[in-house]
């Protein structure tokens, strides 16, 4: 006897299931906003969807939030054809993550709260996914640089463009996006030249 789970998901309807699935996220999405980390239940009450259908689309709560935060599965954030220059690879790298936490602020903003608190760490909240699409932007210099410079340079470059910085820059030295957004960039810039002339400090 075929599983009912089984012949839900094999069965016909697409349509409707994707906008089942969408209200899922969408309530998934708002909880985020709100502070809360939500686990498969509560998105299924949020969207008045039974717990049964929703288990249908999500295994766990960790898939969960991967599909409410779909660039933390990305494997890359280099285009298509990548360029060669380091300087146009780190630069597309750091205008991307910029640009989708200017997007996505307040939820940003919601999971950098979250980071900070009691969350499992096998979460995509509190994953490290920027580091190594850093790490793919610099692998030219990795000869120059070697693994370890080529990490730790990627960590300063996370540092400088991510929601901390952002929320620094904005709350306490009050500039404006354009700007916040101006002087990441340019911080992020500034670390690879200077990478150039001296390695990142290692241990010891």
């Given at each position: 006897?075929?599983?009912?789970?089984?012949?839900?998901?094999?069965?016909?309807?697409?349509?409707?299931?994707?906008?089942?699935?969408?209200?899922?996220?969408?309530?998934?999405?708002?909880?985020?906003?709100?502070?809360?980390?939500?686990?498969?239940?509560?998105?299924?009450?949020?969207?008045?969807?039974?717990?049964?259908?929703?288990?249908?689309?999500?295994t766990?709560q960790?898939?969960?939030?991967?599909?409410?935060?779909?660039?933390?599965?990305?494997?890359?954030?280099?285009?298509?054809?990548?360029?060669?220059?380091?300087?146009?690879?780190?630069?597309?790298?750091?205008?991307?993550?910029?640009?989708?936490?200017?997007?996505?602020?307040?939820?940003?903003?919601?999971?950098?709260?979250?980071?900070?608190?009691?969350?499992?760490?096998?979460?995509?909240?509190?994953?490290?996914?920027v580091?190594?699409?850093?790490?793919?932007?610099?692998?030219?210099?990795?000869?120059?640089?070697?693994?370890?410079?080529?990490?730790?340079?990627?960590?300063?470059?996370?540092?400088?463009?991510?929601?901390?910085?952002?929320?620094?820059?904005?709350?306490?030295?009050?500039?404006?996006?354009?700007?916040?957004?101006?002087?990441?960039?340019?911080m992020?810039?500034?670390?690879?030249?200077?990478?150039?002339?001296?390695?990142?400090?290692?241990?010891?």
């Open positions: 006897m075929r599983c009912v789970s089984r012949d839900y998901v094999e069965a016909g309807r697409t349509r409707q299931k994707q906008r089942t699935r969408e209200q899922l996220l969408a309530a998934a999405r708002e909880l985020v906003e709100h502070g809360e980390t939500p686990r498969i239940e509560d998105a299924a009450e949020a969207a008045g969807i039974s717990r049964t259908t929703a288990y249908r689309y999500f766990s960790a898939e969960l939030l991967a599909a409410v935060f779909p660039e933390t599965a990305r494997a890359s954030m280099l285009p298509d054809p990548a360029p060669d220059d380091p300087a146009e690879r780190v630069a597309a790298v750091a205008s991307s993550v910029v640009q989708r936490i200017e997007e996505t602020e307040r939820v940003q903003r919601t999971m950098l709260r979250l980071s900070l608190g009691d969350v499992p760490h096998d979460l995509p909240l509190r994953q490290g996914r580091i190594p699409w850093f790490e793919e932007a610099l692998e030219p210099l990795r000869p120059q640089l070697g693994d370890d410079g080529v990490h730790r340079l990627a960590v300063a470059l996370r540092s400088v463009c991510g929601i901390e910085t952002r929320v620094w820059l904005s709350d306490v030295a009050d500039l404006d996006t354009s700007e916040v957004r101006a002087l990441q960039l340019w992020v810039d500034a670390l690879r030249r200077r990478a150039l002339e001296e390695p990142p400090p290692g241990e010891g």
